[in-house]
Every structure is written in structure tokens, then in C-alpha cells.
């Protein structure tokens, strides 16, 4: 059974960045791999999704060009590095896990997760 345990979080300025990371034990995260997001009050919303073993990667519309999914196999982790933050990306994030292409926007798709990271950005 995959664990995923996601680290990386924490207070940052507008403008700043942060790096979270997803680490998996208990098996070989070979799955696509995904960001989502949920802010106070919204819902769960999708991020940035990356293929097994990572030629492929996927964007929301609105971090495009500000984040960047990657993946170490190695390490059998995944990472999700954040530049520009605004207010508006404030919001816990969680690593998720599936087999599969289809329909990997959608959370309900998905058979691992992980506990979450907040991430605060100030203004």
C-alpha cells in the first residue's frame, strides 16, 4: 500500500516561493502523480499532474507558467515548485496518486493521498 507524506509547506510574501514535495514508502510511486489544492470553503481543485516516469506534465490554467511538477524516481518523490505565489494559491495542498491517464483532473479518479501541506501566502 502506497503512503504518501507531503512536506513543504509554510508562510511566505506575495511574490515568493516554495517548493513542496511528496515523498511515497511502501511502494513505487510508478502512478501519475498530482497536485491538488483546497482553499477554506472551496473545493478541491487540481494543480499540476505528472506521467509515469515524467515526460508528460499537465497544468490549471491559472499556476501555468508559475509552477512546475517534477518528479525524482529515485527518490520515488514528487515536488511542486511554486514561484511567484499570489494570495489567491493560499491553500492546503495534497499529493495524490492514481494508475492511469483518464481523467486525472478530476479527484475523485484518484486512489492514493496524502495528509496535506498548507501554504499561506501573505500580501
Known amino acids: 500500500q502506497v503512503q504518501l507524506v507531503e512536506s513543504g509547506g509554510g508562510l511566505v510574501q506575495a511574490g515568493g516561493s516554495l517548493r513542496l514535495s511528496c515523498a511515497a514508502s511502501?511502494?513505487?510511486?510508478?502512478?501519475?502523480a498530482t497536485w491538488f489544492r483546497q482553499a477554506p470553503g472551496k473545493e478541491r481543485e487540481f494543480v499540476a499532474a505528472i506521467s509515469w516516469p515524467g515526460s508528460l506534465t499537465f497544468y490549471a490554467d491559472s499556476i501555468k507558467g508559475r509552477f512546475t511538477i517534477s518528479r525524482d524516481n529515485i527518490k520515488n518523490t514528487v515536488y511542486l515548485q511554486m514561484n511567484s505565489l499570489k494570495p489567491e494559491d493560499a491553500a492546503v495542498y495534497y499529493c495524490?496518486?492514481?494508475?492511469?491517464?483518464?481523467?486525472?483532473?478530476?479527484?475523485?479518479?484518484?486512489?492514493?493521498w496524502g495528509q496535506g501541506t498548507q501554504v499561506t501566502v501573505s500580501s
Open positions: 495524490a496518486a492514481k494508475y492511469g491517464s483518464s481523467r486525472m483532473r478530476e479527484k475523485e479518479q484518484y486512489t492514493y
Open positions: 511502501g511502494g513505487t510511486l510508478s502512478m501519475y
